[in-house]
C-alpha cells in the first residue's frame, strides 16, 4: 500500500479527534458527529490499514533493509500508547472512578501532537519533503469545515420545535440505569417514581378531583406528579393492567414494570411519573409552587443517543464514558442543590382563588434552617432529605454516583426519605428504614407533673418545617399517653386507636384540619378548602406543650408512658381507597418516642 | 486478483453507502398545511361530519320506520339498559360492560362509593364511570357469573353506534337490535331465553304500563330489543372536532389540525369514515404482515422448521379470534371516544393508543409513522371524544 494513503489515515484520526478540542468549542451537531466518526474511523484504520501497514514496514526496512531507526521505534511506542488509552477511553471510559481514565484521556490527547509531530519528522527524513503532505494538509482542512457546516441545518430544525415533546425526548429512567446503576435502584423504590400511576392514594385523588372539579382539573396535580404526560398530551394519569386486574405496581421492587414496558417498547411509550429526566432536566425554577419550573428537554444528545438498537445505545455509553464533560453539564446545574428548586413542588396553591394548601418551602424560608448569612447552621433541603442516615444519624455515604466514577465524601441519595415510609416500604425496606430514621430525627419529647396536671413538651427539633408538613391535613401526628396509678390501675388515657382503626376523639393532634365555605371538614376533597378549621402544627425549633388534668385523688407513684406516634394516612383515607384497591395494606403507627417515667 | 478484490472492496462500499443514503434524498410524503377552511372543506367532503347536536338531526339520520323513535320507547329501553334482572344472575345489566352513569350529568359516583359504607364496589367501574366511555375498559369482557368470553373479546363502545352498519367484532350482525337479542342470549353475557326474558319482564309491574303504552303487542322478546335499539342510537357523543367543523376554529389544536390532515393523506379515513369514524364495514386486518416473528431456537426436528411465532397478529394473539369466517375480517371500530377505550384490539393485547396507531398505520397503510405523526394523529383523536348529548328528549313530547 502506498505510504500516501497511510498519511492521509493518520491525518484523518489526528483531525477527528482535534476537533474535538474544548478549545475549539465546535457546534455540538458537529461534535457529536465527529467523535463518533474519530472512534469508528480509527478502529476502522487501525484493525485493517495501520496494523499491516507496520507490519511490513518493519519486516521491509528493519529485518530485509536492516535500518536502524531510533525514532521510527519510538513512533511505534507512541501509536502503540496512544492506541492503548484510545481503546481504554473508549471501552471504560473516563468516568472519574480510576485515575487511569483521566490519565489515558491527557497520554490519548497530549500525546497524538508528541506523535503527529514524529511522525511528520518521520516520513520527511527519508525523503525530500514533497508536495503530497501539503496537499493532504490542505485538503484535509479545506474538507473539514465544508462537512461541518451540513449539520447546522438540523440544529436549527431543533431548535425550531416549538410544538411540543415527543416520547423519545422523555428518555427513559432505564436508559440513566446503565450507568447509574445504585442511585437508579434508589430511585426506583422512591415515593417520587412512585409518585403517580402506582401510587394508589394519588390515582384515587386525582379521579376524583377529575370527577369533582371536571377532567381539566386534572391537570393541577400532573403538572407536579406527572409531567412528561402534560407535556406529550395525555389527559389523565394511567395505571398499569395485569389482565383483567390492576396490576400490584405498588409491591414491586426496582421499578419491574417500567423495566418490562421498556425492554418491549423502548422510548416508545412514555414513561409517566417523576422520571430521571423531569428533575434533571428543569433549567429554571422558581418558588411559586405548583409545577412552577421549566423543563427544557433540547439538550445536547451523544451520537445514537435516541438508538432504539443494543448495539447503538452500548456505542452511545461508551461516547458518553470517554469524555463525560457535557453528559455531566447537561443533566446537573448548581440550581438543583438550592431549596427554590424543590419549591417549585413542595409548595401547593389551589389553581383558581389562590388559596394555599400546602407550604413547605415558605415554613422552610421563615425557619433557622434558612440561614444564608451562617453557612454552618444553614441547611437546605437534600441537606436532610437526600443524605444517607444510620443509626438515626446523618452520616453522609461515601461512594460513586456513576458506576465505576469519582468517590465523592457525600453521595446526594436518591432514596427521597420524608415521611411516606409506608409506601416506599412496600418495595424496600432499606428505604423504609431511611424514612423512619429521618422522622426519629425531627421530634422530642419531655415529661412532667405539676399540680395534678401532666405536661407533656414536644419540640420540633430536626425539621427545618412545620410538623408534620407536606399533605398535612392526610398526615397524623399525636401523642398516647397512659396514667396508671399506685395499684396499677390506668386511671387516664388518650390517643389510643378505636376499633375501626381511627384515632379516638380528644386526642392531641398535630395536624391542619381544612374547611369549606361552610365551614365544615372538605374530607377528601382537600382542595375545596376555604377556612382553616384548626392548625396544630409545630413550627421549627418551637416547643408545644400539651397538659392533662390528673384525678386529684390518684394515688402516687404515678406510672407515665408518653408515646408520639405518627401514621402517614388516616385510617379513613386507607379505608376509603381500600374500595377501589382492595390489595393496599393498611398504614402501620409508627413509634416516633417513647417515654415512660414514675412520679411519686 | 489483489487488485481485482481491492476494486471489488470500494465498490460495495460505494454502493452500501448510496443504498443507505437514499432515504435522505427521497423527502418523505409532504401533508400539504392546510387552511381552517380547506380542512373543513376536506373533512365534510369525505364524509366526516359532524355528530348531530339536536334530537330532530338525529332522527334524521338514524330514525327507522319499522321501529321508530319515540320518547316514550327511549325511556322504556333507557329503563331496560340499566336493568340487571335482565340477566341470569340478576347482578349485569347491559350497562356493567358498556359502562357510564345512569345519570349522566352525576359528578359525585366515585365520592359516593368511597365514603358510604352501604355502596356495592365494582372497583373499576367507581373511577371509570366518569369517562362515559361506554365500555368497561377491561382487556376482555365479562359477562354474566364474571365468566370471561372463550375469545376473550374485548367489550366494543355502545356509544355512537347509531350510525354504524355493522356490529360485533366479526362485523355479522347487521342491527342494534338483533346485537342486542344475541347479548341477551348468550351464554357469556346476560345468559337468558327470550322466554326468560319475558317473564322476568313481566314479573316488575312498572313495566307492564309501559310496554302497552309503546307495543301493540305488550311484552315481547322483539320488543325488548326494540326498546333497547332506540335508546342506544340516543347515545351519541360531540367533541371539540364538531365544534370545528361548525365553523370554531379555535376548537382544535395546531397539532390536532395536522393529526386531521394526516388521518385524511394517510388514507385512515378510508375505512374509518362516516359520522361515526368506524362501524361501515368489514375489513381484513392485519393486511401487511412484514412483522412476522419467527422462533430460530433449535428445535430437534428431522428437519428443523423455524416455528412462527404471532402468526395471526402484529400482538399476541391470546384468544385466539381470527375473526369473520377464520380469515382475520374484522369490523372497523368506532374511532369516536377511541382515546377513552384503551386497551386496543379485539383481544385487548394493545394498551395504550399510540401504539395503537403504528400498528394500524404499519399493517393496514404499510407506513411507518414518525412520531411527529403518531403524536398528530392522536391529537386529533382526542378530538372526537366527548361526553354523551343529553338531547332533553323527556322534554321533547
Redesign the interface.
Known sequence: MKTIYIKILVFVMFFTGIFQLKLLDIAWGNFKIIQALHIILSIAIILFFMAPFIYTHIEKYFFIKKVKSMEGWLLLCLFLLVTISGFYLFFIGNRGGDIFGNFSFNLHLYGSFILIFFFIYHTNKQQKPNINSQIILALLISFVPLYAQTPKLSLSEFEGKTTGYHSEDWTNSLKCKSCHSEIFEQWSNSNHKHIAGSNPYYVVMETLAGEAEGQEFRKWCMGCHNPSAVATGLGKTTHAMAGNFLSNEMFEKNAKTLSNDFKAHGNFRVEEGVSCITCHQITKADSKGNASFVIELDRKKYAFEDSTSKVGQWFNQRLINSNPTVHKESYSKPLYKESRYCASCHDEFHPQNGIKIVSTFQEWEKSPFNNPNDKSKHKSCIDCHMTNLKDDKFSPLKGTSTDGGVVKDDVKVHYFAGSNHFLAGLKSKEHEEQTLQLLRTSAKLDVAVKDNKLLVGVTNIGAGHHLPTGAADFRELWLEVSVKDKNGNVIYSSGKLKDDGNVEEGSRMFQKVFGDENSKPVGLLFWRYKTLLSDTRIPSKERRIESYEIDKGAKYPLQIVVKLNFRIYPQWVSDAVRKVYPTLLNPSVVELMKIEKEFK | MKKLLFYALIIAIVVISIVLTISFFTPPKKIPEYSDEKLRELALERGLRAAPSSFDELKKLVDDNSNPMTPQKIALGFELFFDTNLSKNKKTSCASCHSFDKDIKN?????D???KND?E?N?CA??HL?DQSGVDR???S?GDNFV?HPYLLNTQTILNVGFAKHFSWSGEVSSIKEQSANSLQDHYKMNLSPKEVETRIKENPKYAQKFEEVFKEGVTFENVTKAIEVYVKTLVTRGSYDIFLEGNNSAMS??AKRGLANFINFGCKGCHNDISFGGQSIQRFPLREFAQVYDLKPNFEVIPTPKRLDSEFPFENSGGYLGKNNSHLFRVPILRNV?KT??YFHNGAV??I??AV?VMAKHQLGRHLT??QI?EI??FL?TLEGDIVDYKIKEYR
Open positions: 359528578r359525585g359516583a366515585l365520592l362509593t368511597l365514603t355502596k364496589v372497583n367507581a373511577c366518569q377491561f382487556t376482555f365479562q370471561a395546531h397539532e382515546t384503551s386497551p394498551p395504550k399510540r401504539e403504528d412520531l411527529e403524536d392522536v391529537a382526542r
